[in-house]
């Protein structure tokens, strides 16, 4: 990771080395944070966050969820964050934003009321998740062993830290394999997400995916669904199942980092031409266009820091 000049910490700039936690911060132990995942681009007028107001309401949702008490408000931490940007003289493409919330130092014991929130955002220049070679020809996907965990036991539409450990071991798995990404089922064995990004297929023509039962509301996928039907595509919700991907004419996942990222094969079989498809590849550019402030219907969606 490359680091930036300043994070953002309970309110004020401090330089990248100083933004440090006690060894027995709360949620280092038991887990309880909320994370978001922001993304800015050099646009040709300067940085344009996308979507900034949609993920930090979001941040502020996962906590509320997960029982925390962000004491800053959306409209002061997108400002944070745009100040952020600022004050870091990026110079890069592509600058990747974490907010997040976590409880700090002076409580311990799993009842977590009295643990202090802790909150803060960092900002640095981060390429492609799954690599410029993804994006162009496409990824391993391997379909993990351990299922994402039911909405019965967990807090599956915070973008909770502690959903994270289930993603990791099924994402070391799959690199451990010789894959590239995890997808991941849910309990009754139907698509729910891949470990940090959504999941969308194409057979027909249409293009499908499953619902946020099982998986965080992404924004991206969103963003998604509206552009392709924009596109004259038919954009159909609904539980897949995984003989379905095995045939499908073309996968792509869809996240903030993930950008859209093209499937090229799932276990062992090819999706469709085992490449970026067609659909998968208009898809994409439109999306590069709008996120970098070249398609002017979507430009709603872009915060400009100047
Ligand atoms: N699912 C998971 C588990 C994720 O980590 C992400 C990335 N935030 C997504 C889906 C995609 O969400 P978004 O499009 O809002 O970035």
């Given at each position: 990771?490359?680091?930036?000049?300043?994070?953002?910490?309970?309110?004020?700039?401090?330089?990248?080395?100083?933004?440090?936690?006690?060894?027995?911060?709360?949620?280092?132990?038991?887990?309880?944070?909320?994370?978001?995942?922001?993304?800015?681009?050099?646009?040709?007028?300067?940085?344009?966050?996308?979507?900034?107001?949609?993920?930090?309401?979001?941040?502020?949702?996962?906590?509320k969820m997960t029982l925390m008490?962000?004491?800053?408000?959306?409209?002061?931490?997108?400002?944070?964050?745009?100040?952020?940007?600022?004050?870091?003289?990026?110079?890069?493409?592509?600058?990747?934003?974490?907010?997040?919330?976590?409880?700090?130092?002076?409580?311990?014991?799993?009842?977590?009321?009295?643990?202090?929130?802790?909150?803060?955002?960092?900002?640095?220049?981060?390429?492609?998740?799954?690599g410029e070679e993804g994006l162009?020809?496409?990824?391993?996907?391997?379909?993990?062993?351990?299922?994402?965990?039911?909405?019965?036991?967990?807090?599956?539409?915070?973008?909770?830290?502690?959903?994270?450990?289930?993603?990791?071991?099924?994402?070391?798995?799959?690199?451990?394999?010789?894959?590239?990404?995890?997808?991941?089922?849910?309990?009754?064995?139907?698509?729910?997400?891949?470990?940090?990004?959504?999941?969308?297929?194409?057979?027909?023509?249409?293009?499908?995916?499953?619902?946020?039962?099982?998986?965080?509301?992404?924004?991206?996928?969103?963003?998604?669904?509206?552009?392709?039907?924009?596109?004259?595509?038919?954009?159909?919700?609904?539980?897949?199942?995984?003989?379905?991907?095995?045939?499908?004419?073309?996968?792509?996942?869809?996240?903030?980092?993930?950008?859209?990222?093209?499937?090229?094969?799932?276990?062992?079989?090819?999706?469709?031409?085992?490449?970026?498809?067609?659909?998968?590849?208009?898809?994409?550019?439109?999306?590069?266009?709008?996120?970098?402030?070249?398609?002017?219907?979507?430009?709603?969606?872009?915060?400009?820091?100047?």
């Amino acid at each position: 990771m490359d680091a930036a000049k300043y994070i953002w910490m309970n309110g004020k700039f401090i330089a990248w080395d100083d933004a440090k936690t006690h060894v027995l911060s709360h949620t280092l132990h038991y887990g309880n944070g909320v994370i978001e995942g922001t993304k800015a681009y050099k646009t040709k007028k300067g940085y344009a966050i996308f979507r900034l107001n949609e993920h930090t309401k979001r941040l502020k949702e996962s906590a509320k969820m997960t029982l925390m008490d962000i004491p800053y408000s959306v409209e002061e931490m997108n400002q944070a964050q745009i100040d952020l940007i600022k004050k870091n003289e990026f110079e890069g493409d592509n600058v990747y934003i974490r907010p997040f919330a976590f409880l700090g130092y002076g409580v311990m014991g799993v009842y977590h009321k009295d643990a202090p929130v802790e909150t803060a955002i960092a900002a640095w220049e981060w390429g492609a998740y799954l690599g410029e070679e993804g994006l162009q020809k496409g990824i391993k996907l391997k379909i993990a062993s351990m299922t994402r965990p039911a909405n019965t036991s967990n807090m599956g539409k915070a973008k909770a830290v502690a959903n994270y450990l289930n993603s990791q071991m099924a994402k070391y798995e799959a690199i451990d394999c010789g894959y590239d990404e995890a997808l991941l089922l849910d309990d009754q064995g139907y698509v729910a997400e891949a470990s940090g990004a959504c999941f969308f297929m194409v057979k027909d023509g249409e293009i499908i995916s499953p619902p946020n039962d099982n998986s965080l509301a992404s924004i991206t996928q969103k963003t998604v669904i509206e552009v392709a039907q924009d596109m004259g595509y038919k954009v159909t919700r609904r539980r897949i199942s995984r003989e379905e991907i095995y045939v499908a004419d073309e996968a792509f996942l869809t996240g903030t980092a993930a950008e859209i990222t093209p499937v090229a094969s799932v276990d062992a079989r090819k999706v469709g031409i085992g490449s970026r498809g067609e659909i998968t590849e208009k898809i994409q550019s439109t999306y590069f266009d709008i996120v970098f402030g070249r398609n002017s219907k979507y430009e709603h969606y872009l915060t400009y820091i100047d």
